[in-house]
């Protein structure tokens, strides 16, 4: 026996002896970055199998949020695509109304870069609300379009057109109201407006972007869809099975 120092308490988490190592965020750093840095050290240390490091408190929320996101985005996209499907009595033209989602996601991002905000929850819950915003646009002009074709047995190009001809007005409103809704959240300033500021800024630059968009490429993604649909021999429009 000798003399020596020991610690006077030994935590566990589990079965397992744990020692806790917290650390600040530098000014201007996000926590995902921190925890980037964080997984490179611990590579780099090599650390024997009988040691391992984990995240705990806020950076596990915030790697759990991260490992939930493809499948909360995936479980939206098939609801959308089964409600849809059965609407409109078509596997086909869902995916032209769901065409419209990549552009509102690519339009969040590039606002949250331009205004150096972090890619957070709030962020994410921006663009899942992005997918119902942004898919009234083809809604509006398919829904219309696949009215004239199967009761006035109008073509495909002629009803397209005359779908965007005469559902630009209600688009163009409904974008300008949701975007009126983001602009206090994006701008907005007092206790709390950190959280919410994310959410406005993925909201204005989804709607932004999209509907510059959309406009455009609905109508080349419907004709294109068409005319697959006809080469696969699809099936018979109302009209003319009846």
Do not use: W
């Amino acid at each position: 026996m000798h003399p020596g120092t020991a610690p006077l308490v030994v935590n566990h988490q589990g079965q397992f002896p744990v020692v806790t190592a917290s650390f600040n965020l530098a000014p201007g750093a996000s926590l995902g970055d921190a925890v980037n840095a964080i997984d490179k050290v611990k590579e780099e240390l090599q650390m024997p199998a009988s040691l391992q490091a984990t995240f705990q408190g806020t950076a596990a929320a915030f790697l759990s949020s991260l490992s939930n996101e493809p499948i909360l985005i995936l479980a939206a996209l098939v609801t959308v695509y089964i409600v849809l499907g059965v609407l409109y009595e078509s596997y086909i033209h869902p995916i032209t109304i769901l065409s419209t989602l990549p552009s509102a996601g690519v339009g969040a991002l590039l606002a949250l870069m331009i205004c150096k905000t972090d890619f957070s929850v709030i962020a994410l819950i921006g663009i899942v609300l992005l997918i119902g915003i942004v898919e009234k646009n083809a809604i509006m002009m398919i829904d219309f379009a696949l009215e004239a074709e199967r009761k006035e047995g109008k073509p495909a190009p002629e009803a397209i057109y005359q779908a965007c001809l005469l559902r630009f007005r209600p688009i163009l409103m409904t974008t300008l109201a949701a975007m009126g809704g983001g602009i206090p959240l994006a701008l907005g300033t007092g206790t709390g407006s950190e959280l919410r500021r994310p959410l406005g800024i993925a909201i204005i630059g989804g709607l932004i972007f999209s509907q510059l968009l959309t406009l455009y490429t609905t109508p080349v993604i419907y004709l294109a869809f068409d005319r697959m649909a006809k080469r696969m021999g699809g099936s018979k429009r109302p009209a003319e099975a009846s």
